[in-house]
């Protein structure tokens, strides 16, 4: 069993940074990725940025240039720096692990982001 929790969510300017982290704990070893998913009220779920266990990293269309996914070197925790916040940025954001043998997805629970103009 995979535990994942974030933590750093909170209330920002507009324009500010925020960086969230995610520890995660028990059968860490399977996980091929990590990433940062987020959800506003009313949508979809949607990708924000993926780094695999070889450091390759993927952005979402709407904050590359903005945010970055990083690991620290033991990779149970992953990060995800957030520049430049912008409104339509607050959302829920939740920490995923993902297991390529078998498709297994883990969640944490989510923090929250909210972004004040």
């Known amino acids: 069993q995979v535990q994942l929790v974030e933590s750093g969510g909170g209330l920002v300017q507009a324009g500010g940074s925020l960086r969230l982290s995610c520890v995660a704990s028990g059968t860490i070893f399977r996980i091929n990725d990590m990433g940062w998913y987020r959800q506003a009220p009313g949508k979809q779920r949607e990708l924000v940025a993926v780094?695999?266990?070889?450091?390759?990293?993927n952005y979402g269309d709407s904050v590359k240039g903005r945010f970055t996914i990083s690991t620290n070197n033991a990779k149970n925790t992953v990060y995800l720096q957030m520049n430049s916040l912008k409104p339509e940025d607050t959302a829920v954001y939740y920490c995923?692990?993902?297991?390529?043998?078998?498709?297994?997805?883990?969640w944490g629970q989510g923090t929250q982001v909210t972004v004040s103009s």
């Open positions: 780094i695999t266990s070889d450091g390759v990293t």
């Open positions: 995923s692990g993902h297991v390529r043998y078998g498709s297994i997805d883990y």
